[in-house]
């Protein structure tokens, strides 16, 4: 079965459940699809930010790195017609 889903509870703070309903009406769907929808994407933006956030820790854990001076210079350029691509890091064990 591709699709099967389980159910449970959540407990909401009735100022949060009202405005489930009040989407699930404006839109004229379900508080299950309201919840369903935010909780899938609150899982998809989370784990992204995991994600990224143990590869950045894993990056700067390897000793490799960027000097404060290189990242405010290439942050100077952004914006301008010279912007820059991100360095190489500068900083190696």
């Known amino acids: 079965m591709a699709n099967a889903s389980g159910t449970f509870s ?3 703070p ?3 459940r009202d405005d489930v309903d009040a989407l699930a009406e404006l839109t004229k769907r379900s508080r299950s699809y309201i919840v369903k929808e935010a909780v899938a994407l609150y899982m998809k933006d989370r784990t992204a930010y995991v994600r990224d956030l143990s590869e950045a820790v894993a990056d700067a854990d390897s000793g ?16 301008t017609e010279d912007e ?8 190696r064990p």
């Open 14 to 16: 009735d100022a949060l």
């Open 64 to 79: 490799h790195g960027h000097s404060a001076e290189q990242v405010f210079d290439w942050m100077n350029t952004w914006g």
């Open 84 to 91: 820059t691509s991100a360095p190489a890091p500068d900083i």
């Open 10 to 12: 959540v407990r909401l």
